[in-house]
């Protein structure tokens, strides 16, 4: 490759008092393709006291380094030189840019350039280094956050790029660059782009290719994504020679960005039963990982941590226990939340209780999960509604049913009112048994009926009662 170019003042005399202002910028050391071309950027510039010496008739000539120095070429008489090219541009532009066709082996070495006017203009200048490779390198891939437009005092708007960079966050705007050394640009070389997975290259990427001097550049300008984390460019290029010859560099991005795909599950299959264990999983794709997994209830407002880790196991659990439990992942650059349903079941429990006024009147509720079904039962038999029975059923939200039963006619010592509930994991039941009670001012007999004394003093009140 190339190195840096360097502009050498030469000030090592004094000539009748006068600053010797000879100077030459061309890079140290250049390197040229066996077979091909090698390029050579190059100016120049002489002492003020020979400007007027500085015309088109000045010859610009190449020396190649050895003992005795060898013209290699001179711009007065190119098609006799021992190295066929051109050299740019025109004395006075003070160019010595300079193209050498048909590199071999032995052309590698050190040379300089010299000038030579009329007069007293005869100088010889640094020298430059000829490395001659057999094989093309690689390209080089660079990564960059985009170019950065700097305003300066002028009002002119000048492009600065900025250093390098190893990773990106996630919405940057990067440029990937691919640069390959040209050695001749009458053969240029061809550059193209792949990614893997493939369909990066076609998602809002712009791309921008130019040719410099020794360089053929191409540019990709995209906003980063989570997706291109771990994605990879690949760029190659084909140096039409004499023969074909492919070369090609690949570049790994990786992008920081904040968790994405967070997911919660439960480890039971569906639901846990009560009394068991369960623990609930978070998992997210984070760079860098996942620094803080916190679980909360949302049944609570606002939200109060359960507990930190990406597993929260719960022993023993109950019906209190079920309900939505919300994960957050966080890292540096950001969070994101993530739901899971806890769903524990149980067999039903059950309440009732009865009452009367002129009918009776019995209410019997039950929770469980799942939901429990009702039904009354009057000595074994399954109540219906009918001319003397009501039944009013009710769902109290997803676990609970409630059921409401009139009775509009007397019910004997014998009765026994049940209410029975079931679902999928048991069966519950209450059972209310009444009898007859008869009160009066006076004593109550063995069978229930009052020793009436004074019967028109006496009060008889029929009710059921819970025994």
Known sequence: MMEISVTFLLTGCLIQGVFCGFSISLPKRVEALKGSCVFIP???????????????????????????????????????????????????????TTRFDNVHQSDEGSYYFRV?????????????????????????????????????????????????????????????????????????????????????????????????QTELISDLIFTVTHRHHLATFTCTVTHQLQEQITKQETRTLRVQYAPKNTSAHVSASGFVLEGRSVTLSCSSDANPPVLNYTWYRDTEEPLKPVQSGQNLTISNTDPTHSGRYVCTAQNEHGAQNASVMLDVQFAPKISSSCNKSNVITCVCEAHGNPSPKLEWRRSGNVLINSTNT?????????????????????????????????NTLGTASASQRFHPVTRTSGTETQEGIPNLQEPDKTTHLDSYCLK
């Open 116 to 212: 030579e006017g009329s007069g007293g203009l005869k100088y010889n200048y640094y020298k430059v280094e000829i490395a001659v490779i057999n094989s093309p390198p690689e390209p080089t891939v660079s990564l960059f956050k985009d170019q950065q437009k700097v305003k300066e005092v002028t009002g002119v708007t000048e492009v600065k790029e900025v250093k390098e960079v190893k990773e990106v966050t996630e919405g940057s705007s990067v440029n990937l660059r691919c640069s390959t050394k040209i050695f001749c640009s009458s053969r240029p070389a061809n550059l193209t782009w792949s990614s893997s997975p493939e369909h990066l290259l076609n998602e809002s990427v712009t791309q921008q290719q130019r040719q410099e």
């Open 390 to 422: 009501f039944i009013w059923n009710e769902t109290l939200g997803s676990t609970s049913s409630k059921s409401i039963l009139t009775i509009h006619q007397p019910l004997t010592d014998t009765d026994v009112l049940q209410c029975f509930s079931a």
């Open 42 to 96: 190059c100016t120049f510039d002489i002492d003020q006291q020979y400007v007027t010496e500085l015309t088109e008739d000045v010859k610009r000539i190449w020396y190649k380094d050895v003992k005795p120095p060898t013209v290699v070429f001179d711009s007065s008489s190119p098609d006799t030189a021992s190295l066929k090219g051109e050299i740019f541009g025109t004395p006075t532009e003070k160019n010595c």
